[in-house]
């Protein structure tokens, strides 16, 4: 017997919206709910526990029926059973993406010549982590990053994937363990300085660099912005960057009672003659180095 609780009572009304987003109707999302609380149910059913227009849930159920959302069970009357979700889902996921693939290359034979030169500018945690995953996904030959281990932390998995499908990484790591990082012994990853520590405001940057045509910096800290671009002398300057860094861990790992004793900790005497008040402060705080 179908359930008299109407679906608006139910604490999670948000999937409403998740499933719109999905290209579900308002009635399509309030019957495909209705129908996994309470099934198999007749239209009549569906449309009275719903609280929706009989008219209205005959369309829903022949749209749904149509996705695969929803299953005709039984004859004289029809009644209808839900989907399972997760196997609904992974279906809308692999058309999802197989669409989004085509379109894709359709797309880019419209772009016009020279647009790869643009610098975009992403806002927001969830957005700019986004870009960074797919980038790192969809690499071929190189990944440079300089990052701090709280940040890289999270692209973990996808750097390991890329790892091990051949992806050559090269990793100046803020932090303490470099061996968190090396997913396979193709995997260069370097303290910075050899030290790891975080002196300046510029360390508070993530830099990546991928398959020398792209890149993307991005400040890290609580209004996460960041630039996004395959402008050739902008990949160049993030890879001489992160290439440096790789050169000076390489120095400090040999070298390094000699730089100390002849600069200061942390280049602490030639950093402090070109470093802004705000990297001044900023290296003292980190470093405990006046």
């Known amino acids: 017997m179908v359930g008299k609780l109407a679906v608006e009572e139910l604490p999670s009304a948000g999937i409403f919206a998740d499933l719109k987003r999905l290209g579900f109707t308002e009635y399509e999302s309030r019957v495909y709910v209705q129908l996994l609380r309470e099934s198999p149910a007749t239209a009549y059913e569906v449309a009275k526990a719903a609280g929706i227009p009989r008219p209205n849930t005959y369309h829903a159920l022949d749209a749904l029926a149509r996705r695969g959302a929803v299953l005709p069970v039984s004859e004289n009357p029809v009644r209808y059973t839900a989907a399972d979700p997760r196997t609904l889902l992974q279906t809308i996921a692999r058309q999802t993406d197989a669409l989004c693939s085509d379109l894709a290359g359709k797309l880019a034979a419209l772009k016009p010549a020279g647009e790869d030169q643009y610098v975009w500018t992403l806002r927001g945690d969830a957005v700019v982590h986004d870009r960074i995953g797919a980038l790192i996904a969809e690499s071929r030959e190189t990944v440079w990053v300089k990052a701090a281990d709280t940040v890289l932390r999270r692209q973990k998995e996808r750097l390991r994937a890329a790892a091990e499908r051949g992806v050559a990484l090269l990793i100046v790591l803020f932090g303490q363990d470099a061996d968190e990082f090396r997913f396979t012994d193709a995997c260069r990853v370097y303290l910075h300085e050899a030290s790891g520590v975080r002196m300046g405001t510029a360390d508070n ?37 992160i290439r440096h860094d790789y050169y000076m861990a390489e120095i400090f790992a040999r070298f390094g009672g000699e730089i100390e004793a002849a600069f200061g900790p942390h280049l602490r005497d030639i950093r402090m003659a070109c470093f802004s008040p705000e990297q001044a402060a900023s290296f003292k705080a980190r470093t405990g180095l006046s």
């Open 205 to 241: 940057l993530f830099t990546l660099a991928v398959d020398h045509v792209e890149m993307l910096t991005a400040a890290m800290d609580e209004d996460v912005i960041a630039a996004h671009t395959r402008n050739r002398p902008i990949v160049n300057m993030a890879e001489s960057l």
